[in-house]
């Protein structure tokens, strides 16, 4: 089978028809144009996750930090002391306002004293997923609308907060044994819940203080993986907390759209526009797509996989300047996705000599910076003239990632050690005061 067939079998016809739509319509042009909507589509998905429980539970502190957010942060859900919960409040994921997490009232609150009411006015049809908050055992409403939820085909997770608190109280006893311990919590808590078929899998040991302990990335990379597959992919870039399951799959999703940022770097002759057949287009959709998943099995871009187009694509001199544009913005956007800090911030200033100068690499400065160094290092593996951009742009930034990726796990790793060492000082300092 050749590229241009298969490429109906990798896209779908529907995609193909949609392709040849903006084609006939603007060209090369067009088929870019659609890219650049398919690639910033996942700002318009609108992802609805509800968060209950009673009072006391945490609700607001767990919002907070779902959002990367401290407290006292612009936008934060309020975590006074006294129950503020009696209708739903909504609040929008930083940067992305289509992500929302609603503060949803406990049953057997005045407003919501029972299921059959809360399901009424709560309106559970219109939210995709659903948190359920406990600080002790879960109680006979969380479980009912468990299983009310269950029965609508949606899906839930069971959350048992404050565990840092129960670590504490175990750490004071004259012979802790916190793993022990937190055993025992999720024994109780799957012995608590059994009985409505509801497997140990759901249910997740959190603090709200603590995200990178416990559960907590577990917890949030279940939320993801449970949506659909544009969800999926706005929950995943819209995160602002950062963990190594995270931050994969951020990677994951960044590399899967290198074939359609590959697009972008296409510049031919105006008199070729109109002539370029629609054949050639699928032949490169095809090759794109091709080249991708070797990218994204860490294949490797090796001067073999340059294969000759069956018909040429007359390319403008123009294309490597637009490659290396679009490089520079993408990479902009691949730093941030993955939390590499700004050069002249204080997260920046924190980190270690060498942590700060493998980060500079990644911010151009002068002729030696980023889109020099990109220029050099994409050039050596390909064919001279003979590559069409979207391999020069596909394989830069599938490089970029590699070494965004291991950097921001290395900060990762840095930053927990860090925060370990500070438990421990903190831990011995309780046991003197003792």
Same mark, same amino acid.
């Given at each position: ?212 302990? $416990? ?53 031919? $002759? ?13 032949? $490169? ?15 490797? =871009? ?128 309780? =046991?003197?005061?003792?």
């Amino acid at each position: 089978m050749g590229k241009a067939q298969s490429i109906h079998k990798e896209s779908g016809d529907d995609e193909l028809q949609e392709v040849k739509r903006w084609f006939e319509d603007k060209g090369v042009c067009g088929v870019q144009e659609m890219m650049r909507i398919k690639l910033e589509g996942w700002k318009d998905v609108k992802v609805k996750i509800g968060v209950t429980g009673e009072s006391g539970v945490g609700k607001s502190s767990f919002i907070n930090a779902f959002m990367g957010l401290d407290d006292e942060d612009e936008g934060a859900a309020g975590t006074d002391v006294v129950e503020k919960t009696f209708e739903p409040a909504t609040y929008s994921y930083p940067g992305n306002p289509n992500i929302t997490l609603v503060d949803l009232p406990g049953i057997g609150t005045p407003t919501f004293p029972d299921l059959r009411t809360y399901c009424k006015k709560v309106g559970l049809e219109t939210y995709n997923t659903f948190l359920i908050l406990t600080a002790g055992r879960f109680r006979q409403h969380d479980l009912e609308l468990a299983n009310k939820i269950k029965k609508m085909g949606k899906s839930f997770f069971l959350i048992r907060t404050k565990i840092d608190q129960d670590v504490e109280s175990e750490n004071r006893r004259r012979n802790p044994d916190v793993e022990a311990m937190i055993k025992r919590i999720q024994n109780n808590c799957y012995e608590n819940v059994k009985e409505f078929g509801i497997c140990e899998e759901k249910i997740f040991l959190i603090s709200n203080r603590c995200q990178d302990k $416990w559960d907590f990335s577990r917890l949030v990379d279940a939320v993801v993986q449970q949506l659909p597959d544009n969800q999926k992919e706005a929950l995943t870039l819209s995160l602002r907390i950062l963990s190594e399951d995270v931050l994969k799959k951020k990677v994951e999703v960044l590399r899967s759209q290198l074939w359609r940022i590959s697009f972008l770097s296409l510049v031919t $002759w105006p008199a070729d526009i109109v002539a370029l057949p629609f054949n050639v287009i699928c032949t $490169w959709l095809a090759m794109a797509k091709e080249l991708s998943e070797k990218l994204k099995k860490n294949c490797g =871009l090796h001067k073999e996989d340059s294969d000759p187009l069956e018909t040429p694509i007359p390319v403008g001199l123009a294309s490597v300047p637009i490659a290396l544009s679009v490089i520079g913005k993408k990479a902009e956007f691949f730093r941030s996705q993955l939390g590499l800090p700004e050069e002249n911030s204080d997260e920046f200033r924190s980190l270690k000599p060498e942590i700060q100068e493998r980060i500079r690499k990644f911010y151009p400065r002068d002729e030696k910076g980023l889109l020099k160094r990109t220029l050099e290092t994409l050039l050596k593996p390909l064919h001279s003239g003979a590559a069409p951009p979207f391999q020069m742009a596909a394989y830069t930034l599938n490089l970029l990632l590699d070494e965004m990726e291991a950097l921001s796990l290395d900060i990762l790793v840095e930053t927990a050690r860090e925060n370990e060492n500070t438990d421990q000082s903190e831990d011995v300092a309780i =046991l003197n005061d003792d």
